[in-house]
């Protein structure tokens, strides 16, 4: 089955600590049906110095379930859910249910 959100989608999260914090998904964990989105579930990580970098408090989003996340409409820009439609070529795409509108990606 196709996931219904994916790298680079605009999520919106709807439950938890940082409900209604909005973002781009950065990575996605299918085998734990997480997600990481840019801005959201940051946390501070005392981190020992090594040659990559310098060491100190560093900040850092963590997962995020698929369950606590939504699309943004692309029209209205609050959440929705997802459907999958078959054009005429048989390939499958993405839209909104709230107002129709073709998901990019």
Request: one cysteine or more; aromatic letters at 2%; proline letters at 5%.
């Amino acid at each position: 089955m196709a996931s219904r959100i994916k790298k680079g989608d605009f999520v919106v999260v709807i439950c938890g600590k940082n409900k209604a914090s909005k973002g781009e998904v950065l990575s996605i964990a299918k085998e734990k049906d997480t997600a990481v989105v840019k801005g959201v579930n940051v946390v501070k990580r005392h981190m020992r110095p090594t040659a990559a970098h310098p060491g100190g408090v560093m900040e850092k989003e963590l997962p995020i379930h698929l369950s606590n996340l939504a699309h943004v409409d692309p029209e209205t820009g609050k959440p929705t859910r997802i459907r999958f439609e078959v054009g005429e070529n048989g390939k499958k795409f993405r839209v909104a249910k709230r107002s129709n509108k073709k998901i990019d990606g």
